[in-house]
């Protein structure tokens, strides 16, 4: 998806710290190609900083806590994983391909509050249970 190599300013990083490097450096440059789509840094770091501010906050997500991510692949994922990263939690993906009674066993297995998925996946019945949803165990 991303065609850049990027060596690390220094040993030991984060690599969101990267990514928002690479965006004060290069805003207007392709951060994510998919298909005939594509996002430039700063229109990524937006996305990511929306879905944060509006999901995150409003469920009191806390760092080390995992969040599942039911995305096929799409700028989505992308997006998604990001604001995992950015926010200090634990990326665990699902795959909309499993069956709901598995993706239910892996979100509880995890113990995981919350599961992103895109709307494309929204309409499956598959993942119902799981649309951007907060999970009470």
């Known amino acids: 998806?991303?065609?850049?190599?990027v060596s690390f300013s220094w040993p030991v990083t984060c690599i969101h710290h990267e990514f928002v490097h690479q965006v004060m450096k290069?805003?207007?440059k392709l951060a994510v190609e998919l298909d005939e789509q594509s996002l430039t840094y700063a229109a990524l770091l937006y996305y990511v900083q929306v879905l944060s501010l509006t999901h995150f906050n409003e469920y009191h997500i806390l760092s080390g806590e995992v969040i599942c991510q039911c995305v096929g692949r799409?700028?989505?994922?992308?997006i998604g994983t990001m604001?995992?990263?950015m926010?200090?939690?634990v990326y665990r993906p699902l795959s909309p391909r499993d069956p709901q009674?598995?993706?239910?066993?892996?979100?509880?297995q995890t113990q995981c509050r919350l599961v992103l998925d895109h709307w494309l996946t929204k309409s499956s019945s598959i993942?119902?249970?799981y649309r951007?949803?907060?999970i009470q165990h």
């Open 1 to 5: 998806m991303n065609n850049t190599q």
């Open 26 to 28: 290069h805003p207007q």
């Open 74 to 78: 799409s700028l989505s994922m992308e």
């Open 83 to 85: 604001v995992i990263e």
């Open 87 to 89: 926010a200090g939690t």
């Open 101 to 108: 009674h598995r993706l239910h066993a892996l979100a509880q």
């Open 127 to 129: 993942i119902k249970l």
């Open 132 to 134: 951007l949803t907060f």
